[in-house]
C-alpha cells in the first residue's frame, strides 16, 4: 500500500498503533512454503507473538505443522486455545511454568519441552510426577562453527557433539517421567545473519565467506549426532532445523525432518539483506505527528521500541512511509518522543500517522495489545497480540 492508502485507511484509528497487511503476509507465507521445499514449517512463535496470526497462516497451507514456542508457560496458554504439536526451543525449570504445561499435558495437550543439561532433568521430572504424565522433550543440539579465533554463532547449548547428545539422551531415558522425543539443530548463523549488511561491504563479505565454511560442517555434525543417537536406540519424532534465513539450505539436510521459521512472515528489517529471498513489510505500526520544531522535522509521539541483540542502529525502527522519512542520527526513537526528517511531496500535518518498521518481528507485539487487520488498503478487523491476552512470558 502507499502512504496515501495506508493513511486513509487509518483515518479514524486510535494512534500509535501495530497493524498487519494480511495481503502481504499471506505473500511471505507463500515465500516460505517455497523455500522449504517439501519439508513442513513449524512456525516459531516469538516472531508472531499472536494467536490469531498463528492460526492465520497455519490455514494458509498445510506445511505449516506445529508451533515452535519460547516458553513453556506460553505452550500452555496456546494449548488451551487449541493449538497442537508445542516445542518449547528453550529450556525452563521455572516450577510454575513446568506445572502449568505439565497440567496441560495431563489434560491432552501435545507439548515437548527443551533440555541441554542432565541437570535440567530432575526439574522436568519432578513436574511430570506431580501431573502423573510422561513428558516429551527434546535435545537442543549446538550448530555453532569454532573457527580459529572466532566462535562464528550463538552462546545457546554446551551439547556440540556426538558423546554429549548421545549421554543426555541416555540420561533422559533413565528419568522417571520423561521420554526422549526430538531434536532441534538451530544454525543460528546461516538463519539469522543478513548476508548484506548496509553500509558494511567487507562486513558482508566475511559474514558470506563465514556462511560457506560453516554450513557443510554443522550440517555434517547434526546428521552424526541423529544417527547416533538413533544407533544407540532412542527414537526421535522429529528433527527441527533452520530458520527464515536458511530455509533454502537446510532443507537439503536428510537429517531434518522439519524446518522453523517466523520472522520472514512479519518482514522487519533485520531480514532485508539475504542473498535469497526479501520479505514484504507485513507488519509496522503508526505514531502520530504531533508537532513541527521545523519545517523539515515532524515530531511523533512513542517510538522508542527498540529490538534485543547487541545496541547497534539497526535495533532502531525504520521510518517506512511517506518514502523518504528518516530519524535523526543523535535522537533516533525517542521514548515518548522521536523527531522524523522529510521534505518529501506528501503534505504532512499535524495528527498524521509516520509508518515504521521494527527491527525484530514478534518483539513488536510486546508494546500493542493489539494488532489492527488491513487487506486491499481496509481495515478489516483486529486481533489482540500476547500482551493483549495480558501475558508476558518473558
Not at 506431580?130 to 535435545?139: D, E, N
Not at 502520530?288 to 534485543?308: D, K, L, N
Not at 522524523?340 to 509516520?354: A, K, M, N
Request: glycine content about 10%; proline content about 7%.
Amino acid at each position: 500500500m502507499t502512504y496515501a492508502e495506508l493513511r486513509a485507511a487509518l483515518r479514524h484509528e486510535h494512534l500509535p498503533l501495530a497493524y498487519c497487511d494480511l495481503d502481504l503476509l499471506a505473500a511471505n507465507a507463500r515465500s516460505l512454503v517455497e523455500r522449504a521445499g517439501s519439508l513442513p514449517i513449524r512456525i516459531a512463535s516469538k516472531s508472531v507473538r499472536c494467536r490469531e496470526i498463528l492460526r492465520r497462516v497455519q490455514a494458509l497451507s498445510p506445511v505449516f505443522q506445529g508451533i515452535l514456542c519460547y516458553s513453556a508457560g506460553e505452550a500452555a496458554h496456546l494449548a488451551a486455545d487449541g493449538f497442537k504439536d508445542l516445542v518449547v526451543a528453550y529450556p525452563t525449570v521455572d516450577r510454575h511454568d513446568l506445572d502449568l504445561a505439565c497440567t496441560a499435558i495431563a489434560g491432552g495437550a501435545e507439548i515437548c519441552l527443551m533440555v541441554d543439561d542432565p541437570a535440567q532433568l530432575p526439574f522436568l521430572s519432578e513436574a511430570a510426577g506431580r501431573a502423573a504424565v510422561t513428558l516429551p522433550v527434546a535435545i537442543d543440539l549446538d550448530m555453532s562453527s569454532t573457527l580459529p579465533g572466532l566462535h562464528f554463532g550463538v552462546r545457546r547449548s554446551p551439547v556440540v557433539a556426538v558423546d554429549g547428545a548421545v549421554a543426555l539422551a541416555d540420561a533422559i531415558a533413565g528419568t522417571a517421567h520423561l521420554r526422549l522425543d526430538g531434536l532441534m539443530g538451530y544454525e543460528a548463523q546461516l538463519a539469522g545473519l543478513q548476508d548484506l549488511v548496509p553500509g558494511q561491504r567487507l562486513k558482508s563479505a566475511a559474514v558470506r565467506a563465514l556462511k560457506r565454511r560453516s554450513q557443510p560442517e554443522v550440517f555434517a555434525r547434526r546428521a552424526a549426532v541423529v544417527a547416533a543417537i538413533k544407533a544407540r536406540g532412542h527414537a526421535l519424532r522429529f528433527v527441527n532445523g533452520g530458520g527464515t534465513g536458511s530455509l533454502d539450505l537446510t532443507r537439503t539436510d536428510p537429517s531434518v525432518t522439519e524446518l522453523a521459521a517466523g520472522s520472514g512472515l512479519y518482514g522487519p528489517t533485520l531480514f532485508d539483506g539475504y542473498d535469497s529471498f526479501r520479505p514484504q513489510p507485513a507488519a509496522g505500526f503508526a505514531l502520530p505527528i504531533v508537532r513541527r520544531p521545523t519545517p523539515a522535522i515532524y515530531t511523533c509521539f512513542g517510538g522508542g521500541y527498540i529490538a534485543s541483540g547487541s545496541p547497534g542502529r539497526d535495533r532502531q525502527p525504520t521510518p517506512y512511509l511517506p518514502a523518504g522519512a528518516g530519524l535523526l542520527a543523535n535522537e533516533g526513537c525517542g521514548e515518548v518522543q522521536t523527531p522524523v526528517t522529510y521534505s518529501g511531496p506528501e503534505i504532512l500535518g499535524i495528527g498524521d500517522p509516520i509508518f515504521f518498521r521494527h527491527a525484530k518481528a514478534g518483539e513488536l507485539c510486546e508494546h500493542f495489545p493489539e494488532l489492527v487487520l488491513l487487506a486491499g488498503a481496509a481495515v478489516v478487523g483486529r486481533v489482540p497480540t500476547y500482551r493483549g491476552d495480558g501475558c508476558c512470558f518473558v
